[in-house]
């Protein structure tokens, strides 16, 4: 698979989670929990905006909507509609998005036809993506 290509499903991907946080924020009933989400949501905007530009560099298309029928979309909005049957249940399920996530970024990194500055530019949004698993945690602990 090219790095643009995989660059590119990785961009969809985290878009899927933008998307899936603003839901979630707004469906939260918490505002502590509200604002988690939102700040949670600007640090994933950050990653796309990494990955866009990386896109951007090798003459790609910029990454500007979600995938809208992936399954990172379905287990986004399932996210965001699990707030409405209360933030402790939803908390659970936004760890397993950024589970699903993670995968997609740790599948990318064992592809051996990355170049060196791709594979620096997923690397960070890895690392970005890794918090994503640990405010998993975190709300979990918040709501227990």
Request: proline content about 1%; aromatic content about 6%; overall charge negative.
């Amino acid at each position: 698979m090219s790095a643009n290509s995989v660059l590119k499903t990785l961009t969809d991907t985290a878009f899927d989670s933008v998307e899936g946080y603003r839901k979630a924020a707004e469906k939260a009933n918490s505002p502590h929990l509200k604002d988690a989400l939102n700040r949670r949501r600007e640090q994933r905007e950050q990653t796309v905006a990494k990955l866009n530009s990386e896109i951007q560099r090798q003459g790609g298309e910029l990454v500007t909507k979600g995938t809208v029928t992936g399954a990172a979309h379905r287990t986004w909005m399932s996210i965001a509609d699990a707030f409405e049957s209360g933030d402790e249940a939803a908390a659970e399920r936004v760890e397993e998005g950024e589970d699903y996530l993670k995968g997609k970024f740790q599948s990318a990194l064992d592809d051996d036809d990355l170049d060196p500055q791709s594979r620096a530019v997923i690397e960070q949004c890895y690392a970005e993506i890794s918090e994503g698993e640990r405010f998993g945690d975190m709300i979990d602990n918040q709501m227990g």
